[in-house]
């Protein structure tokens, strides 16, 4: 069973040098309480994972303005001239993946394997420094699993086990993060009782989940 | 013509290459406009790549719904008989071949179906986002573009100049200008904006431009 | 949109020498009324991908009997003894795979990945042949993807756009195999109209379907 | 001790080993009685690797589910807060390190940890189904098995003869005779049934087996 606790108390465990993973694409299913919360908390040596970094000063954007993030994996950071910004001032190191590549070595992680073969890639800058390897005649990069410390999670319904629905097109990477991370911390719009949920329905079980956050309020 | 008139001459021509029941993705931009274009009868499913097909139009003002947004973060809806999924079902839709056209802009494409359309180095370096997986992994891979830059120059090359967003991927650019496909290693010139002559056309494509045997003009109706 | 026909018209998609998939945990989740349909065409050199063989005389069992079945790519066979013998007199050749790395590999060839790289079968017979990885002090084996020309899949619900729901533990390989098959037959226990599934709940987009069948009655 | 008397002994000390809030898979036959043991205040969730977690009893009699059986194909159920997934996800689980202790059968274990579970050459060929990416994936491997093969052989070896199904996987093996720690290819008598002296143990054990500081009996209440 997750912990239930505010964001205050949650977001402890995010220490400097953490690599955090965060869901979202551009803002939408971004867990913006848990991201304000580790936004204010100074830190500066952040790896963060995610699609990209939101709008200037809002989503993730808020950790780049925080100058929280050290190093930062994102397929696009193009919605957020601030990180572009920082980036070319060398206060953050970029590493740019393709989107789909990105999925899937986060999904990787979660799976236990430790890479796969992907024909995105080949041929362009993406290619460097990687093994290539050819199957049937066509051509693949050998990508590799990406594993977190911390995973913040934005869910639209959990129940005290931690089992997870997310809405619309505000899943994206979430279920994939909350496989990927050692420790699983989720805001969700609603906590339900254990038995609410249809297990037909569920979308991440409740193992992956360390931590339980209500979005709206603080105290859970 | 003014650049809204070349927009919708492109997105308009882009929309007849689409069939009924094609799987679609249309990019951020000019390759949106192709969704307002598909002519009737023809029913395709729109996908995108943040997590849905049965994408449809934008929704009434009020009616927005901060959970459903289009891959340019903007407000969107969804169709009867769609369906959501996380990021990696996106991609493995996107790369295992389900897609059956995808659309995009370019910033240079060549002969040999090369593409480049993500950063020009030391200046735009937004990230590649989805494109590069979109590219590979659809069956059918249309770029839709001004014939020329900003500043003028052919964006059709012998050979791309900017880093790649993936190679030998292109099978047609349609532009203000011309239809072309790109095959082999060879852009052979479809079809012509009548307003510009082949001698015209030839003069703003840097690559070698073939011309097909069935040589035909844009419908240009209604633009001008 | 899917086509939707009688299991007897349907099935006339799977041809001798067809590559096909079908879903299933012994008997469920198996299309058994497709797979009934199948076992009486009288052909017998079909490649068979699927988790096990049901039982004797039963669910995928009932190809097994009819000697439809040249070559077979599985989980497990112990649940049905036919299977075993047929193996050992040589009328089927059998190709034992590990569970999660028959479910990966089917996921792999639906997601136009080439291969990925598992630790399961490491310093086992699964490894024969096979490229192995040291990434990070641990050992993986490259496994590649797996293609089929035909996927007859049982879902519970299915709108007529061939959006699909699976029920309970009926799911199991039917997701996998819907992404990588050339065709997919669905047999479903409902159709419903489009607009009735939720679009959060559909387990399988209708874009992968291509005819869809009732499964009780034999006329769509 | 009979064959039930056995079989429980082994089950029971298995499920001492389960701690509060662990996710476990328990193996066909021998390991599924591990569930009727798990001691009060201590709630594991199960895992079936063919899609589930929440892993429930028999159903009543009339209760069954044609869709909702366990990995050894029989009517189960699934308790409040379980969810289902699919094939893919369920090995997700396992392989990915999200499965705190698998509990299988053995025909052969080492003292490197190899395990042989799967085949015996041109006699048994049944398939490995999932037992491969349990032992590889799970957090903790337990073993629970006879200590003697029907033909009273030892099956714990100083090095396995049959096909493997993993190396360097076993942590425990929890038989009628003993519970034994298998460790850095070390094999440690961590407790005995007090019937049996350590040297009976030891005979009937072809691997080396070092006595544990604290070896201590296993508990037989309520068995002879």
Not at chain 1, 28 to 45: D, F, I, K, M, Y
Not at chain 2, 177 to 182: K, L, N, T
Not at chain 2, 183 to 188: L, V
Request: glycine letters at 12%.
């Amino acid at each position: 069973m997750p912990k239930i606790m505010s964001q205050k108390e949650v977001i402890a465990q995010v220490q400097e040098g953490s690599t955090v993973m965060i869901g979202g694409f551009m803002t939408c299913g971004t867990p913006v309480n848990l991201v304000r919360e580790l936004a204010s908390r100074g830190l500066h040596h952040l790896t963060v994972i995610c699609n990209d970094t939101g709008l200037q000063g809002d989503g993730i954007g808020m950790l780049i303005t925080a100058d929280a993030v050290k190093r930062l994996i994102a397929s696009h950071i193009g919605t957020n001239p601030e990180t572009g910004k920082k980036m070319i001032e060398g206060k953050i190191q970029v590493e740019l993946v393709p989107q789909g590549t990105l999925a899937e070595r986060i999904r990787c992680a979660g799976a236990g394997l430790g890479g796969f073969l992907t024909p995105t890639g080949v041929g362009t800058v993406v290619a460097d420094g990687k093994q290539e390897m050819e199957i049937d005649g066509r051509r693949y990069l050998l990508e590799k699993a990406l594993h977190a410390d911390v995973a913040l999670i934005k869910a639209w319904k959990a129940d005290r086990k931690g089992n997870l629905l997310y809405r619309k097109s505000a899943r994206n990477f979430n279920p994939l993060m909350a496989m990927a991370a050692q420790t699983v911390i989720v805001e969700a719009e609603e906590i339900v009782e254990v038995g609410e949920l249809d297990p037909d329905a569920v979308m991440t079980p409740g193992i992956f989940v360390d931590f339980l956050t209500k979005g709206v309020s603080v105290d859970g | 013509m003014d650049d809204r008139q070349k927009r919708v001459l492109i997105a308009r021509r882009i929309a007849q290459e689409l069939a009924d029941g094609d799987v679609v993705n249309l990019g951020i931009g000019l390759p949106t406009l192709v969704g307002g274009f598909i002519p009737d009868g023809v029913n395709v499913t729109l996908q995108s790549e943040n997590g849905f097909v049965g994408l449809g139009p934008h929704p009434a003002p009020g009616e927005e719904d901060d959970d459903l947004v289009n891959a340019g973060g903007q407000p969107v809806t969804i169709l009867p008989g769609g369906a959501f999924f996380d990021s990696a079902d996106s991609f493995a839709i996107i790369r295992g071949g389900h897609v059956d056209v995808t659309v995009l802009g370019a910033l240079e494409v060549d002969a040999r179906g090369n593409l480049a359309s993500w950063m020009i180095p030391g200046k735009m370096v937004p990230g590649m986002g989805g494109a590069m997986d979109l590219v590979v992994g659809a069956r059918r891979v249309i770029v839709g573009t001004t014939h020329l830059t900003k500043k003028g120059e052919p964006k059709l090359l012998k050979k791309c100049r900017l880093p790649l967003t993936a190679v030998e991927v292109v099978d047609l650019v349609v532009t203000e200008m011309a239809v072309i496909a790109v095959e082999q290693g060879t852009m052979t010139l479809l079809e012509k904006n009548p307003n510009y002559s082949v001698d015209a056309i030839r003069a703003a494509t840097d690559a070698h431009l073939e011309l097909s045997l069935e040589l035909r003009d844009m419908d240009l109706a209604g633009l001008m």
